[in-house]
């Protein structure tokens, strides 16, 4: 399969089965898009009469070569062969579990009306995890580990910081631990920033090998819909910790997460705002809500949000040229390294080498799923006992979804997050096609950024 586009003056195609990406000249990429459904002798008259003066015959016969030593190095119109083996590499993982998402506390001092979670209750009732059920969840993923040395905890609410007690606690049980298991612990800190204090930013800092800052952007977006439960914007509280925070850890290994909604499509502004701040590790996702909501993005929000991410990738490009880059998690790309077939075939792991537990230990897919009955796993004391629900999860991947068969941007999503296909059509194989949208929006950008920055380099 092959997707052809065109951006910031880029002629870009991309080979889908081989991962192989090339950057054409208009005449070249009118020919590949003619190339498997034309006659070479037609597409030469076409483009004589489409380039009258520019090109010759010899010229074109030259560039229908280069085309199909391209397709016999497989590196164009390459055939998927993909399909049968995803079914089976989850298999091959057995039971193997990976990383844990420990959801500390069932609580917040935020009452963000957009919250997934129900104010960080996850519609239930609100609570702390004990220290000793999160020691049984951090034992309970070492024993299910496998081989595998390095292990992913991620602390998450609600809001982690009203049991930072215990999260430091479950640090230090780990640590003294981990080398005689041989296993090395990577823990990740999410949090709406109103409880950092300078204990907090000693202990992340040596802790943490990331964390995750909530800052939806500027203080009129920000404090719309982040606020306390008095409806007081956290702003000018949560600004000032942050870039302690950050500045203490060295610039590095952070994240600032924001959300945009209907009331900010145009979120480059609040991007560019985050950046004028002095951060530089940014995100900013789609809200995630019913569409009746008000916050929901519009079919109109979406084409603005779809423009304002070639606005955000030019201008990231202009800020490395001038010597000040900003890093934006959706246009993380590598083209060279990875990631390997089995993680683009397989997707994230939820409800196999991933899940998410809640203060009272049970074990749900991911924390988008958590407080839904039907999507119990089991327990951190039993362990998996819902042993079909996790099969259905192992089986989910970029071809278990039928409308995911004909997308060009299947090997880079692996079919998309399970739970907003979930919330959005009642199956974890159903897509959820705004997301999609944006998504495929989102690969464009930062493909053209590699393009762009090959080109550019000495």
């Known amino acids: ?59 074109l016969l030259a560039c229908l070569d280069d085309i199909q030593s391209l397709k016999d190095a497989g590196k164009l119109f390459t ?18 579990v990976k990383a844990l998402c420990l959801h500390v506390a069932h609580t917040c001092n935020l009452n963000c009306s957009y919250c997934f979670a129900s104010q960080g209750r996850f519609h239930g009732e609100r609570a702390l995890m004990s220290f000793e059920v999160g020691k049984q969840a951090l034992d309970y993923l070492m024993d299910h580990s496998g081989t595998r040395h390095n292990l992913e905890v991620d602390f998450f609410g609600g809001e982690p910081l009203m049991n930072w007690e215990v999260v430091k606690q479950l640090v230090g049980y780990a640590r003294s631990v981990e080398k005689q298991r041989g296993k090395n612990f990577r823990f990740t800190l ?58 203490a850890r060295g610039n590095s290994r952070y994240y600032m997460r924001g959300t945009f909604t209907h009331a900010n499509p145009d979120f480059t502004k609040d991007v560019f705002h985050m950046a004028d701040l002095g951060f530089t590790e940014l995100s ?11 916050a929901a993005l519009t079919p109109e929000d979406i084409e603005i949000v779809k423009n304002e991410y070639e606005i955000l990738a030019k201008d990231m490009l202009r800020r490395k040229k001038e010597g000040h880059p900003i890093t934006f998690y959706h246009y993380m790309l590598d ?48 362990g998996v006992t819902n042993t079909a629900l996790r099969e259905s999860f192992r089986a989910c991947n970029a071809y278990a ?6 997308c060009w941007a299947k090997l880079y999503c692996s079919g998309g997050c399970a739970a907003n296909a979930y919330h959005a059509t009642g199956d974890i ?18 493909i053209m950024m590699k393009v762009k920055e090959a080109f550019d380099e000495p």
Not at 17 to 26: F, K, R, T
Not at 47 to 57: E, I, P, Q
Not at 401 to 406: G, I, L
Not at 433 to 446: D, M, N, S, T, Y
């Open 1 to 59: 399969m092959v997707h052809q586009y065109k951006l910031n003056g880029c002629n870009i195609v991309i080979d889908t089965c081989s991962g192989s990406i090339h950057a054409v000249d208009d005449v070249a990429y009118d020919m590949i898009e003619r190339f498997e459904t034309a006659e070479h002798e037609q597409i030469i008259e076409e483009m004589l009469a489409r380039y009258a003066g520019s090109v010759t015959r010899e010229d």
């Open 79 to 96: 055939e998927d062969s993909y399909a049968q083996m995803a079914g089976t590499l989850k298999e091959r993982s057995g039971d193997i």
């Open 190 to 247: 999410t949090t709406n920033g109103m409880l950092i204090d300078d204990d907090v930013i000693d202990f992340a800092n040596r802790e943490m090998s990331n964390v995750v800052l909530s800052l939806d952007g500027r203080k009129e977006i920000h404090d719309r819909l982040r606020v306390d439960y008095a409806g007081r914007g956290s702003y000018d509280t949560i600004v000032p910790k942050f870039q302690k925070l950050v500045t």
């Open 284 to 294: 900013m996702e789609p809200v995630v809500c019913a569409p009746d909501d008000p």
């Open 335 to 382: 083209l060279e390294g990875g990631p390997c077939i089995y993680k683009r075939l397989s997707g994230c792991g939820s409800g196999t080498e991933y899940m998410a537990v809640t203060p009272w230990g049970d074990l749900y897919p991911c924390h988008q799923f958590v407080g839904d009955p039907d999507y119990k796993l089991g327990d951190v004391w039993q």
């Open 401 to 406: 979804r039928e409308d995911c068969k004909d």
């Open 429 to 446: 194989r159903g897509i959820y096609e705004p997301g999609c949208e944006l998504f495929r929006k989102r690969i464009e950008c930062a």
